[in-house]
């Protein structure tokens, strides 16, 4: 996530290490690197010269702490203005008045719009104890309507009925209505992806507005687009009662052009961030959080936010005394594997880490989740017995394992003995303090 602007920021301030003080010289050579790295990020042009403006000005117009170098005064100055760039504090989606609460989803073809819708259902349940109801609109794509059926199938949540070429207005209208008499508090009504410009179109989505007046409408926008998500944020906003913005493809998003520019150029908050194709990878947007990110200060909060969602307490509980009897089995290294794919990609999580991605510049992160696929596989593969005593790991079993996951015996070989060395080390520890898990399979 905005890897080439976090480099672009690192570059310039090791620059300003080593300077004795903040000048009007070092701060004009520091903001022209600013600006092009923002550019090159494909900022909107206008937010860029507001922005360096804003950080010149207080930087020629503080004091410089004595305790701060430099650079970390100048870090400070960089991300309070980029955390008022991307918002100043998160907004919460407000679900008050009466129900049911009606949200429409908005958008261009192709950003994402049903997947969000539930992405978005998922959240609602598990964070804010609501009970939705789905109502596919997108009725000229029977594909849509099946895949929200599907979806939500998933979720364990109801959808309403919808016949593909029916009249999206009476859709929305009756979907509502069915909400109310099944008790839903809350409606997603996933529309057509459409085009600004077609009129017709965005006429259509005005009178699904007027037919259901919707307490919230979203517009969903593909971060990998840049300025072109800007462009159709301006669009959208421009015939309808947008509240807010869901980014989709965030995790994808080198450059954030899109991210640093919406709430500037459109006025309207980023809301979630859709950080995965998982149906749990949406998230509330937070932009002093990306705002540490992108300057490589890293994202405690996210992280320890993901490993609460993912890792179970009382498996947790059950897994540290295991390991304090030194009876930690592979299965329990797979429950683990398993949890920590739930919270993301490693290079996303290890991105979040403060000092990780100066520790790591340069390290091939590229095929860290294919190796914690292939060492799932490798678990996968083997017999309960196994699973639960590696001693009986012969040359022959170690050989069928292999042949079953799709790797080598070199590959079973290495699995089984970091999992060995581990046990001992952890053998040696007994009721002290646990040591460190083993580096993340990859990075060698």
Not at 131 to 152: C, K, S, W
Not at 203 to 219: C, D, I, N, Y
Not at 336 to 361: C, H, N
Request: net charge positive; proline share 5%; no cysteine.
């Amino acid at each position: 996530m905005f890897d080439t602007l976090g480099e672009k920021f690192d570059s310039l301030l090791r620059k300003l290490q080593g300077q004795g003080k903040i000048t009007e010289r070092n701060i004009e050579d520091a903001l022209r690197d600013v600006r092009l790295a923002l550019l090159e990020a494909d900022v909107n042009v206008a937010v860029v010269r507001d922005f360096v403006e804003a950080v010149k000005k207080d930087a020629l117009g503080q004091e410089v702490l004595r305790s701060l170098t430099p650079e970390q005064h100048f870090v400070k100055l960089v991300h309070r203005e980029l955390v008022h760039l991307l918002g100043d504090a998160p907004v919460t989606l407000d679900l008050g008045g009466p129900t049911p609460t009606v949200v429409m989803l908005v958008g261009l073809n192709g950003s994402g719009k049903t997947t969000t819708t539930a992405k978005l259902a998922r959240w609602l349940r598990q964070e804010r104890g609501r009970a939705p109801y789905l109502v596919p609109a997108d009725v000229q794509r029977p594909a849509a309507i099946e895949q929200l059926h599907t979806l939500a199938s998933q979720l364990g949540l109801p959808v309403h009925p919808t016949a593909a070429g029916a009249d999206p207005v009476a859709v929305a209208r009756d979907g509502v209505a069915a909400a109310r008499t099944q008790g839903a508090d809350t409606v997603l009504i996933d529309t057509a992806g459409r085009q600004t410009v077609a009129d017709d179109l965005m006429a259509e989505l005005e009178r699904m507005v007027a037919a259901v007046t919707p307490r919230h409408v979203l517009l969903v926008a593909d971060a990998m687009t840049g300025q072109d998500a800007v462009a159709t944020a301006q669009g959208f906003a421009g015939r309808l009662p947008v509240s807010g913005v869901v980014l989709t493809k965030i995790e994808g998003d080198a450059r954030g052009g899109a991210a640093l520019s919406l709430r500037a150029v459109t006025g309207k908050p980023i809301v979630f961030a859709g950080t995965g194709e998982r149906l749990d990878a949406l998230e509330p947007f937070y932009p002093d959080r990306i705002a540490s990110r992108i300057l490589g200060m890293g994202d405690v909060l996210s992280l320890i936010e993901r490993a609460e969602k993912a890792f179970d307490r009382t498996q947790a509980e059950a897994i540290e005394k295991k390991l304090r009897k030194n009876d930690f089995t592979l299965e329990d290294f797979r429950e683990q594997l398993r949890a920590v794919k739930k919270m993301g990609s490693v290079a996303d999580l290890l991105g979040m880490i403060p000092g990780m991605k100066k520790l790591l510049k340069g390290a091939d992160l590229s095929g860290a989740d294919g190796e914690l696929k292939r060492v799932e596989a490798i678990i996968d593969s083997m017999t309960k017995a196994e699973r639960r005593n590696a001693q009986i790991l012969n040359a022959s079993r170690r050989k069928r394992i292999a042949d079953g996951s799709g790797t080598s015996v070199a590959e079973v070989n290495r699995v089984i003995k970091q999992f060995t060395q581990t046990k001992k080390v952890l053998k040696k520890f007994g009721s002290g303090p646990l040591p460190p898990m083993p580096r993340f399979p990859g990075l060698r």
